[in-house]
């Protein structure tokens, strides 16, 4: 079974750093680009973060560029995102998702989603 | 970066057919793709492409798009049915990705 497992959640500080990882399993992990994808109480999906199977393709949201790290680690099918300089606006649960591409690079989608971890900004 | 449009909410009879649409410039290079969100769950991808269905997901939902517009229809609408909808594409520049303000439907 493919699956996405997210941890490292929690409440930190204004200003803090926060370290999440995303465990897969069930297919060739290093054979897919992955994504991080966030969600604010109450709100709708924002695109985070994505990265290439051999990590040499490397994009962010403006609203996180500069303050989170995304990377992988194909040995160990795990992906990560290095949450720095946090505000009170990522305040959000955060989904890491499979990149699937169709023989057309115009055509992409994520499949399947991890359960989600949530990460709370607050003083 | 783009933005895709998508009205915020819309209802649907029990057994009828709702069309969701999502506007936005990236939708004339991209193809789109559509999420299913319950209340407390992940995503879940119902549509991809043009009209793409992944396993598991009933035939009454389908997609389609023309121009600058993307379309998920949901063919007999049932109880179940009755979530959150997202659109997805890639943006403009074809390094990011946008989604959709997402479509809230209900089932009476």
């Known amino acids: 079974e493919v699956q996405l497992v997210e941890s490292g959640g929690g409440l930190v500080k204004p200003g803090g750093s926060l370290r999440l990882s995303c465990a897969a399993s069930g297919f060739t992990f290093s054979s897919y680009s992955m994504n991080w994808v966030r969600q604010a109480p109450g709100k709708g999906l924002e695109w985070v973060s994505s990265?290439?199977?051999?990590?040499?393709?490397?994009y962010y949201a403006d609203s996180v560029k500069g303050r989170f790290t995304i990377s992988r680690d194909n040995a160990k099918n795990s992906l990560y995102l290095q949450m720095n300089s946090l505000r009170a606006e990522d305040t959000a649960v955060y989904y890491c998702?499979?990149?699937?591409?169709?023989?057309?690079?115009?055509?992409?989608?994520?499949?399947?989603w991890g359960q989600g971890t949530l990460v709370t900004v607050s003083s | 970066s783009s933005e895709l449009t998508q009205d915020p909410a819309v209802s649907v009879a029990l057994g009828q057919t709702v069309r969701i649409t999502c506007q936005g410039d990236s939708l004339r290079s991209y193809y789109a793709s559509w999420y299913q969100q319950k209340p407390g769950q992940a995503p879940v991808l119902v549509i991809y492409g043009k009209n793409n269905r992944p396993s598991g997901i009933p035939d009454r939902f389908s997609g389609s798009s023309s121009g600058n517009t993307a379309s998920l229809t949901i063919t007999g609408a049932q109880a179940e049915d009755e979530a959150d909808y997202y659109c997805n594409s890639r943006d403009s520049s074809g390094n990011q990705y946008v989604f959709g303000t997402g479509t809230k439907v209900t089932v009476l």
């Open positions: 990265i290439s199977s051999s990590s040499s393709y490397i």
């Open positions: 998702a499979r990149d699937l591409q169709g023989r057309t690079i115009a055509l992409n989608w994520f499949d399947p």
